[in-house]
Every structure is written in structure tokens, then in C-alpha cells.
């Protein structure tokens, strides 16, 4: 036990000197705080794990060609396996990417796969997280501190090398870039929660990490002004900037962040996007229903990984439900994310069921339903004593010459008792995730 409770400090020392913070604003100020690690790993077989990989290849494939059908042609809709108005009435929808096809088809290079595994072992799948999924670093340069603060740790244990997470990166951008321009990490800047993750990234690809600022547009082509002002081309941008502030001219017009102009040379096929512009129509929360339904469209299979069993109130039928069982059940805004819009019946009074009840028959497109998996605890180290905490996995997807899963992932895990929410942005800490290769 002192050797993990060693352990522990020592890694969250080093991630501390190194500036490895999670950022969330608060009350409209911004705060910078440790995202704590835990020393006892999550521990997934190599047969489970290939169970994993199987399904969140053809679940990412699956979601790629939705993306592409869904901003062209539209046979999903037009034969009615989605609804069209809860297409359009998505805030992740963006007429302004309609006839858009990214370089290679290539919609998803980057997925966020959040799951949970519930307590008869299966998998259940919460969320796709398809537009700036953030959190592989974390993992990496946790295990790389434990490597040189405690070498004994990995003696003997044959898990998968979680360090080649970069060249998967760096590979998948290579893939896509136009022509033989430079590799761009483009970020908001240091206030954004993920700023860490920017610049280790930008490190290991060798990529230039590029602010606001740093890039402009002529004649429908992206460069990158360096020092005296010389200007170099630019082939891919792993944007780390939301779709609503990458280009003022075209989205949000009082952007800072973004890079005016850059939807022409996007349309034009002058630069490759990480990921791509309009992706939040499938991280919609409310089409992760129907992501089963996509993967037997368009790949004609059975889902290899089910949602978590999910109830839309825009059909009568589901919202009839919800409102029979809204005690029971945890609902959640669609356009939400990070475990903000969360809210679990069984810890609401009656005012407050009352009032979710009625926002749900106003405006039913806006919330999901979901029942309340009980999903696995793990085992943390709380001070000198080990407890248990609910804990998820977010899962890497990345699409370049193929769709590769990076055999690792970030165990995310709550720090109160009893609670399901086991964000970063909502105090949550993380623990490395050690996937055998026997």
C-alpha cells in the first residue's frame, strides 16, 4: 500500500512541475486545476479488448459515412431510417458544409468513445465524441512519469505500449494533408481547458502549434506566418478551435479564434481539417440513438457494442415513458457536454421533476432519456485507504489509411461516493488503463 500511496504523490508531483492541468471556467472566471491521478490501473484482457476494437471500428466507420451521406446525398433521411427534422434541427448541423468532402472521406480522424462497462461485464456505449475529443495525453505522460519514478512497476507485465499514441497522430495527419504542406495543431490558446494537451501533441508530432493569428488565407490557401513574416503553407490543421469560432466570415463574426476565410479554402480542397467542420451533427446526443440503426444501413451488420438503452421524447411512444419514469430515469440536454445538463430523477424533489417535466414537453428535441446503467466501480486510492468509484473509459478512434484503435484510453473515475459523473470538468480524476497482450 505505501508504494502506491508513493507512487500516487510522486507521479502528481511531476504532473504538477510539468503543468499537466485541466482548465474550466467557473462562474466566468477561468481556474486551472490537477487533474489527479490515481496509481491503480484499469486492467483490460486482450481478448475483451479485441471485443472493444472490433466494435468501435465499425462503430467509427459507420459514423463516417453517416457524416458524408448526411452533407450530400441524404439516403438516411430521404428513406426515413432518421427523421429529417431531427436532422435539421440539430445545432450540430451546419448548412454551411453541405457539399463538402473532406480530403480521403475522411469525416472522423479523431473519436472520443465514451463507455461504460456494467456490472455482467458487457460494454455499453455512453456518448461519440466526434468533434475536439481531448484527454490521450493524459495516460501517456502519466505512464512515462511512473516509468521513472517507479521503473519496478511495469516489470514482468506485458501490457500494450501506450506511447505510440503520437504516431498514430502524426501518421493520420500525414494521410490527409494536401500536398507536402506543414502539419498545424491550432489552438485557442493557454485559457482553453485542453492547452496542455496543444503543445504536448504539437511536441511529439512535430507539428507547430499555431494561435489565433498565426494562420491566414490567400487566394483560397491556408499558410502560416513564421518569424519576419514568412509565410509557409499549410497542408492539415488539427484544429483544437469548435466549429462556431473557426471562421468569423463564415460562423460566429465576433471570433478571435478562428481563421477568417478558411471555409473557402476548406470547400475548395485546399486543406485538410482534424477533425471535420460539422461533425457535432453526430455528437449530437440525441443521434446516438440511432447509431445502431446507421451501422445495419450502411455496413448492413449487427452492432458489435450497444448504446446504453436510450428514449427519445420526440416520439410520443418515448416521451410517454419519460414522463411515467422520470424518477427513475437520467436525462440529458442534448447540445451539453463535459457532464454539464446531467441531471439524475432520483435526486430531484418534486418541484424539480416538475419542472423537467414540462421543459421535456416543450421543447422534446432538446432532451434524452436514458436508464441508469450501474456501471462498474474501480478501485481508487482515497489518502491511505483503497475505496470504490464509478468509473468510464474514453476510447481512441483514429481514421487516416485505416481506422486504428490506440490500445489504451482514458480511465476517467468520480471522486465522490455514489456518484455516476465522472468528468474532468466536474472534479473527476484519471487512471491509466493497461490493456494485456495476452
Request: aromatic residues 12%; hydrophobic residues 40%.
Amino acid at each position: 500500500m505505501q508504494a502506491l500511496i508513493d507512487q500516487r504523490e510522486a507521479v502528481n508531483k511531476w504532473l504538477e512541475r510539468f503543468g499537466v492541468r485541466f482548465g474550466i471556467y467557473k462562474g466566468g472566471v477561468f481556474h486551472e486545476q490537477l487533474f489527479p491521478f490515481d496509481p491503480v490501473p484499469r486492467v483490460i484482457h486482450k481478448k475483451e479488448w479485441e471485443f472493444i476494437r472490433n466494435g468501435l471500428i465499425q462503430r467509427v466507420k459507420a459514423l463516417n459515412m453517416f457524416l458524408e451521406d448526411v452533407y450530400n446525398e441524404k439516403k438516411i433521411v430521404k428513406e426515413n431510417v432518421i427523421p429529417e427534422e431531427f436532422i435539421y434541427s440539430s445545432k450540430g448541423y451546419l448548412p454551411q458544409c453541405e457539399g463538402i468532402i473532406p480530403p480521403k472521406h475522411i469525416y472522423t480522424h479523431i473519436s472520443g468513445i465514451d463507455l461504460v462497462q456494467s456490472k455482467d461485464g458487457s460494454w455499453i456505449i455512453l456518448e461519440d465524441n466526434l468533434r475536439i475529443p481531448s484527454g490521450a495525453s493524459y495516460p501517456i505522460i502519466a505512464r512515462t512519469i511512473t516509468r521513472k519514478v517507479s521503473p519496478h512497476t511495469f516489470e514482468n507485465i506485458h501490457i500494450s505500449d501506450n506511447r505510440d499514441y503520437a504516431t498514430l497522430l502524426s501518421e493520420m495527419m500525414d494521410n490527409v494533408k494536401i500536398g507536402d504542406g506543414m502539419s498545424v495543431i491550432l489552438t485557442p490558446g493557454r485559457y482553453n481547458s485542453a492547452f496542455f494537451e496543444h503543445s504536448y501533441f504539437a511536441e511529439k508530432t512535430g507539428a507547430t502549434l499555431a494561435f489565433p493569428g498565426d494562420l491566414i488565407v490567400e487566394d483560397d490557401k491556408v499558410y502560416y506566418k513564421g518569424l519576419f513574416n514568412v509565410r509557409e503553407r499549410v497542408g492539415v490543421i488539427y484544429r483544437r478551435v469548435s466549429d462556431e469560432y473557426l471562421d468569423p466570415m463564415v460562423f460566429e463574426k465576433s471570433s478571435l479564434l478562428g481563421v477568417p476565410n478558411i471555409m473557402r479554402a476548406y470547400a475548395k480542397g485546399n486543406i485538410a481539417i482534424v477533425n471535420a467542420i460539422g461533425n457535432g451533427i453526430a455528437d449530437d446526443k440525441g443521434l446516438c440513438y440511432f447509431v445502431p440503426k446507421m451501422i445495419e444501413y450502411y455496413l448492413g451488420e449487427t452492432p458489435i457494442l450497444q448504446n446504453a438503452p436510450t428514449y427519445l421524447p420526440y416520439y410520443e411512444q418515448d416521451k410517454k415513458y419519460i414522463l411515467d419514469n422520470l424518477h427513475t430515469l437520467v436525462i440529458k440536454d442534448v447540445a451539453e457536454a463535459g457532464g454539464y445538463g446531467v441531471m439524475f430523477g432520483r435526486d430531484m424533489n418534486s418541484e424539480q421533476l416538475s419542472n423537467i417535466r414540462q421543459l421535456i414537453i416543450d421543447q422534446p428535441r432538446r432532451w434524452i432519456a436514458q436508464e441508469v446503467i450501474d456501471f462498474i466501480d474501480l478501485e481508487v486510492l482515497e489518502g491511505s485507504t483503497k475505496v470504490w468509484r464509478k468509473a468510464d473509459l474514453r476510447a481512441f478512434v483514429l481514421y487516416g489509411s485505416e481506422i486504428k484503435v490506440w490500445s489504451s484510453g482514458l480511465t476517467r473515475f468520480s471522486r465522490q461516493a455514489d456518484s455516476f459523473v465522472v468528468n474532468s470538468s466536474q472534479g473527476g480524476g484519471f487512471k491509466d488503463t493497461w490493456v494485456m497482450k495476452e
